[in-house]
Structure formats: C-alpha cells, structure tokens
C-alpha cells in the first residue's frame, strides 16, 4: 500500500515538473506555407500535427497556409496523401512569430502487377478460346450494310425527304400533262371528225337561226 502511494506521489511530481517545464517555454504562432519539393507547386489541404501538445491537429487551407499557437521546441509533424511526411521543430526565437516555408517530397507507389483470369482452369480457356466469335472487319460490315436486302429494308422504314416529294410531284404532274396530250379527246378538234360534223351543224342551224329572225 506505501509502496502504491509512494509511486502515486512520484507520477505527481512529475506531472508538475512536465507542466512548469511547459510552461515556462514560450508561446510562438507557427505559420507558413507548404509546398512540393520537386516542383514548388503549392499542397492543399495537408494535416498538421502537434506531437509535443497532445497530438493537436490542424488542417492548411487550399492555398496551403497554415498558422496555430504552439511552444518553442515543439515538434510538428506534415502528412498527406501522395506525399512522405515531414517533421519540423519549431527554434527559439527572439519574437513571438514564427514563419517557414514546408517543402514535402511526392511519394510513388507501385503496386505489383495483378492479371486477372476469367477461367478457373486451362481447360475452361480452351474451351471459351474455340467458342470465341471473331467480330467481322471494316470492309465486311460495309458490304452487310450495302446489301440489296440491307437498302430494301432501309427503304421500307425510311420517310421521304422534302427533295423526293418534290420530285415526285413534279414526276406525276409531267405523267398528267403527257396522258391529256395523248389522249383523243383532249386532242386537237381538227384532227377529229366529230368535231367537224358538230362545226358544220352549228353552221347549218346557225344560217337557219338568221331566216327565221328576218320574218
């Protein structure tokens, strides 16, 4: 039981000194701007750690600035995707400010290579290899497409254009204006013995028509 109490003791003692040290160092805002090594382009978004103050975490802006309150000799730690994390202790200095310039370095990772396999065996390969429907070329599918039975079923389903009604009105009124032209009675009357008949009739009843208006 003394023995417990003796330890209890020590860890506060301890505690205190953790926390007068700790306070006796002194408060300085830590701002900067983070930027890639390689190409000086700025690193949006990176997560900013405190491992001296609890491990207070704080985020850079899209522009990659940053800026928080923490102690002389405390150490940050700079993470984010794509990047190997960079450590940086913050100096003693004569001001209350302190300002740097964060440069992390891009991290590439290459998976190893994976090739998937539909088949569970070789045989299943075989098998699909054998059964496989090679799709025809360029040339094939146009002599498909230009088929007699291809256009003829094209032209079944497919509406006339503004240019072929045209054309086929002008066609029927051309067909109309021949049949009236070879027709006999919408031919010329002097070539028609029936016209002449009813002319010499009308002239014949027209000279009797004069008489009988004289008396």
């Known amino acids: 039981m003394k023995k417990i109490r003796n330890i209890l003791v020590v860890c506060f003692v301890v505690g205190l000194a953790l926390s007068a040290s700790a306070q006796q160092r002194k408060l300085v805002q830590f701002s900067g ?3 890639n090594a390689d190409t000086n ?3 949006p978004y990176v997560t900013v750690t405190n491992l001296s103050y609890n491990s207070q975490t704080f ?3 899209h522009q990659g600035y940053f800026s928080f309150v923490a102690h002389e ?4 730690l700079f993470s984010s995707v794509g990047y190997r994390s960079t450590r940086v202790v913050i100096p003693r200095v004569s001001e209350d400010k302190y300002t740097a310039m964060v440069n992390m370095t891009a991290e590439i990772k290459e998976l190893p290579m994976v090739t998937p396999y539909p088949w569970a065996s070789i045989d299943e390969f075989n098998m699909a290899f054998m059964s ?3 799709a025809d070329d360029d040339i094939v599918v146009a002599k498909k497409n230009l088929s007699p039975e291809s256009l003829a079923a094209l032209a079944a389903v497919t509406p006339r254009s503004a240019e072929e009604i045209q054309n086929y009105s002008a066609m029927q009124n051309h067909i109309g204006l021949t049949n009236k ?3 006999q009675r ?3 009357p002097l070539l028609s013995p029936f016209a002449w008949g009813n002319l ?3 002239i014949t009843e027209g000279n009797k028509s004069r008489q009988r208006s004289k008396y």
């Open 59 to 61: 985020t850079a802006n």
């Open 132 to 134: 496989l429907e090679i």
């Open 200 to 202: 010499i009739r009308q």
């Open 41 to 43: 382009v700025i690193v």
């Open 186 to 188: 919408m031919a010329n």
């Open 33 to 35: 701007v983070i930027h």
């Open 73 to 76: 000799g405390d150490t940050v």
């Open 181 to 183: 032209a070879v027709n």
